[in-house]
């Protein structure tokens, strides 16, 4: 500002005088109180809004898992009978009885095979192994590896195997 400036008017842009230490601290301690309220009564409605998910997702597994189940038994089902019509179909265009049940198990077991090579796939991804790397670097979840030098070593009150 500069020298020049002309200073406010009006009584309610004057200051008053300083409060004491003594209301200062008062004042403080109640800026505190009312912040430790806030933060409780945040984090009593973020308690809520967990707990009103979690039941939300509970109740959502649920009815995911019920309709997982129709599904599969609804699917299970229309394979039977595909597999089934499958069967009558080779038997009219001539082939044996042998031969027209042999196609659609053939054709299970590859779907089966498939879907447990997916499955061990995707069971991998649950190891957690990027976490478990971030936990050893901070010496958190030590897991004794090929490539460390101290693998071999033995803590006392440890037995050998």
């Known amino acids: ?14 200051p008053g005088p300083a ?3 003594e209301e ?11 912040t430790l309220d806030s933060a409780g ?3 009593r409605s973020l308690r809520r809004l967990v707990s009103a998910d979690f039941a939300l997702a ?3 597994f649920g009815r995911a898992l019920a309709w997982s189940g129709v599904a599969i038994v609804f699917g299970a089902s229309a394979w039977l009978l595909l597999a089934a019509t499958l ?7 001539g082939l044996s009885l042998f031969v027209s049940l ?5 054709l299970s077991l590859a779907i089966t095979g498939y879907g447990i090579w997916r499955v061990s796939y995707f069971f991998h991804h649950t190891g957690m192994h990027a976490t478990r790397r971030q936990l050893s670097r901070l010496g958190l979840f030590d897991e004794p590896s090929a ?3 101290d693998a071999d070593v033995t803590l006392p009150g440890e037995e050998q195997r």
Do not use: F, K
Not at 1 to 14: F, K, L
Not at 24 to 34: D, H
Not at 87 to 93: I, P, R, W
């Open 1 to 14: 500002m500069s020298e020049n400036a002309t200073p406010p008017t009006g009584d309610d842009s004057t």
């Open 19 to 21: 409060p004491g230490l």
């Open 24 to 34: 200062s601290i008062r004042q403080v301690g109640a800026a505190g109180r009312q």
């Open 41 to 43: 009564q945040a984090a």
């Open 58 to 60: 509970r109740s959502a």
């Open 87 to 93: 069967v009558a179909l080779l038997q009219y265009l």
């Open 102 to 106: 042999l196609i659609p198990t053939a």
């Open 147 to 149: 490539d460390d030098p």
